[in-house]
C-alpha cells in the first residue's frame, strides 16, 4: 500500500505541476481531470498548484520507503490542498481528491512507521541546491509559457532574470498583459517561499550523525575477534571508524555496516561465534526494516551466505573469489612460478630490499613517513574502500598488522638515501590481522616511478617473512567475476559465457577486473568464493549504486565533503596487472576486496 500511495502522490504532483504552468493544460484532453485537482485555475490557484506538487513530488518517495515524517507532511497537506479548492475554486470534485488520497493514507498510518535516516550538516544545502534548481527549471516554464501575453521578446538571459528576481518577490523584466502577470509572479514567490521554508526546517532539525564506531564498540568487537577472527579473513575490517554495529542479544555476535543511499550495507561474515550469528542477523534486519533501508551484504563466504540467506530468506549472488595463499606450499620454483620469479629477481638486480615487520615494531618516526608516501601515492583524491579496506595504517590498536615496505638507495649517495620527499621508500603493502595465524591484504600502494614488479617482489618477501611472523595463510585481492573470465577463456565455452566475458574485459579498462584476476593468479592461489545477499533483483542496480559509494568509486560532491576517513584507494601499479590497494567486491582497481 504505501508504494501505492507514493505513486498515487507522484501522478497528482505532476498534473498539479502541469496545471499551474501551462496554461492551456486545462483546455486539453486532460482538462476533466485537471479540473478536479487542486488549483487549476486563478493566480492564486495555478500559485497553490505548483506548490502543492513539488512538495508532493518530493513527498513521494518518502511515502515509498514508508516515512513517518513523509507521511506527517502529506496528512497536513492534503487538507491544506481541499482548503485551496473549495475557498479559491469552489470545487467540491478536487478538495474530494485530496481528502480520497487521505482517506488511505489515515487508514494505514500503521505502515508508515519508518524512522528518518541519518543526515549531516549538509543536508540542508543539499535541499537548497536540488529545490532551487527546480524552482528555476519549473519558473523557466512558466515565465516562457504565456508567450502570446508576453510584451516584447525577452530573451534568455532576461528569463532567467524575471525568474530568479520572482523567486525572491522582486519583480523581474519580462513584463505581461492581462492576469498572466500575476500568475507568473504568485507562482515563481510560491517556489521560492517553498524552497527557503524546507531549507530552514532542515538546518534547525535536529541532527541525526551517522552511525560510528565508538571506543566501547570497537573494544567489544575486537574481543569477538580474538575468539573468532580466524573464521573470516574480513573480520578484521569490521573495525574501520566509519561504520555501525549491531550486537546480537548474548553480545557473542555482531554485524558491521554503512548507510549509504538508503541501502543498509554490511561486509563480510558476522563476527563472532555462529551460533549467535542468526541473533545479530535478527537485529541487523530490524534495523533496516525499521529505517526502511535496503538490506545487502557485500563478501561473505559460503557459510556466511547460507546463514543469511536461511534466517533472513534474502537471495545470493556469486561476486567472485578471494585468493588465498597457504604460506607452507608457496615457493617460486617450478613452470608455474616462472613469470614471478623472473620478474622478483629483475627487481632485486635493480637494489630493491625488502623489509617486513609487525607495525608494533615500525618506529613511529618511520609509521609518519610510510603514511605520506602512502597518501601522497594515491593516485586520485578519492579514498577507496570499504568492505576490505581498514582505512587507518600504523594506529596503535593495530599493533598485530604487517607492513611490507620496499627500499631502493640512490647509487653513489655517501649517506645510502634518496632524493624525493620520502627518501629511499619506494612501496609499501598493509596487511591487517586474521586471526592468530593469517594475514589480509589491506593496503597496496607504490612510487609511480618505481620498476614494474615491486608488488610482486613485496609479496613474496612477505610469503618469505611469514614463518618468521607466525602467519600460515595470506588473504590477497578479490577478484571479481573469477570463476566467469577462467570458463570464459576455455576451449568449448558457449556463446553467452564468451560474451559475459567479454563484457568483463571491456569493463577491465576502467576497472581492473581481467587484470587483477590474472594478477592473483600468479601466486598459484587457493580460491574462496565470495557472495553478494540480497533481497530482491530490482534491488540490485540500487545496491550496486551504493556499493560504488562505499568502495569510492563514485563520489557525489557534497557527500565527498562531509565524508570521514576512508580507506586507501588502489595506486596505480606498474606494467603489470596490479591489485588496487583497498580491497572491494571488485578488489578491481581500487574496489576493496568482495
Known amino acids: 500500500m504505501p508504494s501505492l500511495i507514493g505513486t498515487a502522490c507522484t501522478l497528482i504532483a505532476l498534473v498539479n505541476i502541469a496545471s499551474g504552468v ?68 469552489h470545487s467540491p470534485l478536487g478538495a474530494l481528491l485530496s481528502l480520497l488520497l487521505l482517506a488511505p493514507l489515515i487508514a494505514h498510518r500503521a505502515q508508515f512507521a519508518a524512522l528518518p535516516d541519518p543526515r549531516g550538516r549538509w543536508t540542508p544545502l543539499t535541499n537548497f541546491l536540488l ?47 492581462g492576469p498572466a502577470d500575476s500568475v507568473v509572479a504568485y507562482t515563481l514567490g510560491s517556489l521560492g517561499l517553498v524552497t527557503a521554508l524546507s531549507t530552514v526546517y532542515l538546518a ?14 570497537e573494544r567489544r568487537l575486537r574481543e569477538l575477534l580474538a575468539r573468532h577472527g580466524g573464521r573470516d579473513s574480513l573480520g578484521h575490517f569490521a573495525l574501520r571508524r566509519d561504520k555501525g554495529v549491531v550486537f546480537s542479544p548474548s553480545g557473542k555476535a555482531a554485524v558491521c555496516y ?6 543498509m550495507l554490511a561486509s563480510g561474515d558476522p563476527i563472532g561465534d555462529v551460533e549467535a550469528w542468526p541473533g545479530a542477523i535478527e537485529r541487523f534486519m530490524e534495523t533496516a526494516e525499521a529505517h526502511s533501508w535496503i ?63 609487525r607495525v608494533r615494531d615500525v618506529p ?10 602512502a597518501a601522497d601515492w594515491r593516485g586520485g583524491g578519492t579514498e577507496r574502500g570499504f568492505s576490505m579496506a581498514l582505512g587507518r595504517i600504523g594506529d596503535p590498536a593495530d599493533g598485530e598488522a604487517v607492513l611490507a615496505t620496499a627500499h631502493r ?57 611469514a614463518e618468521a611472523l607466525g602467519v600460515r595463510r595470506a588473504s590477497l585481492n578479490f577478484a571479481m567475476f573469477r570463476s566467469v573470465l577462467a570458463r570464459g577463456e576455455r576451449l568449448g565455452a558457449g556463446p553467452v559465457l564468451r560474451g559475459w566475458r567479454a563484457t568483463l574485459v571491456f569493463l577491465s579498462r576502467w576497472f581492473q577486473i581481467e587484470s587483477l584476476y590474472r594478477f592473483n593468479a600468479k601466486f598459484q592461489p587457493r580460491w574462496e568464493p565470495r557472495f553478494l545477499i540480497f533481497r530482491r533483483g530490482r534491488d540490485l542496480p540500487r545496491i550496486g549504486f551504493a556499493a560504488m559509494q562505499a568502495e569510492g568509486f563514485l563520489t557525489l560532491p557534497l557527500r565527498a565533503a562531509a565524508a570521514g576517513p576512508c580507506a586507501h584507494p588502489a595506486p596505480p601499479d606498474d606494467d603489470t596487472p596490479r591489485p588496487p590497494a583497498p580491497r572491494t567486491p571488485a578488489r578491481t582497481g581500487g574496489a576493496p576486496r568482495p
Open 364 to 373: 613511529e618516526a618511520e609509521l609518519e613517513r610510510i603514511r605520506r608516501a
Open 295 to 357: 538490506p545487502a551484504v557485500m563478501g561473505c563466504s559460503e557459510t556466511g551466505g547460507e546463514v543469511w540467506t536461511r534466517e533472513t530468506g534474502l537471495d545470493a549472488l556469486e561476486l567472485g573469489d578471494e585468493a588465498v595463499v597457504e604460506v607452507a606450499g608457496f615457493s617460486l620454483g617450478g613452470r608455474a612460478m616462472r613469470n614471478v620469479r623472473q620478474m622478483v629477481k629483475r627487481v632485486e638486480r635493480a637494489g630493491y630490499e625488502t623489509r617486513v615487520r
Open 204 to 217: 534547525l532539525r535536529p541532527e541525526r550523525p551517522a552511525a560510528r564506531l565508538d571506543q566501547e564498540d
Open 22 to 89: 501551462f496554461p492551456r493544460f486545462r483546455h486539453s484532453r486532460m482538462h476533466a481531470l485537471a479540473e478536479v485537482l487542486p488549483g487549476a485555475l486563478g493566480p492564486f490557484a495555478a500559485a497553490l498548484a505548483v506548490s502543492v506538487g513539488v512538495l508532493l513530488l518530493f513527498l513521494a518517495h518518502g511515502l515509498k520507503r514508508r516515512k513517518r515524517r513523509a507521511w506527517r507532511a502529506a496528512v497536513v497537506l492534503l487538507p491544506a490542498g481541499a482548503a485551496g479548492e473549495l475557498v479559491y475554486r
Open 409 to 465: 638507495a640512490e647509487p653513489g649517495r655517501p649517506d645510502g638515501g634518496a632524493d624525493g620527499p620520502h627518501g629511499d621508500l619506494k612501496g609499501v603493502l598493509h596487511f591487517v590481522p586474521w586471526g592468530a595465524d593469517g594475514i589480509s591484504l589491506d593496503l597496496m600502494r607504490r612510487d609511480r616511478a618505481a620498476d614494474p614488479g615491486l608488488n610482486e617482489l613485496l609479496i613474496v618477501a612477505t610469503l618469505g617473512a
Open 258 to 263: 554503512r548507510v549509504v543511499s538508503a541501502v
Open 131 to 177: 529545490m532551487g534548481a527546480a524552482s528555476v527549471g519549473i519558473g523557466l516554464i512558466v515565465v516562457s509559457a504565456h508567450p502570446h501575453r508576453t510584451v516584447g521578446s525577452p530573451g534568455f538571459t532576461a528569463r532567467l532574470a524575471h525568474v530568479l528576481s520572482g523567486l525572491v518577490g522582486v519583480e523581474g523584466p519580462v513584463a505581461y498583459r
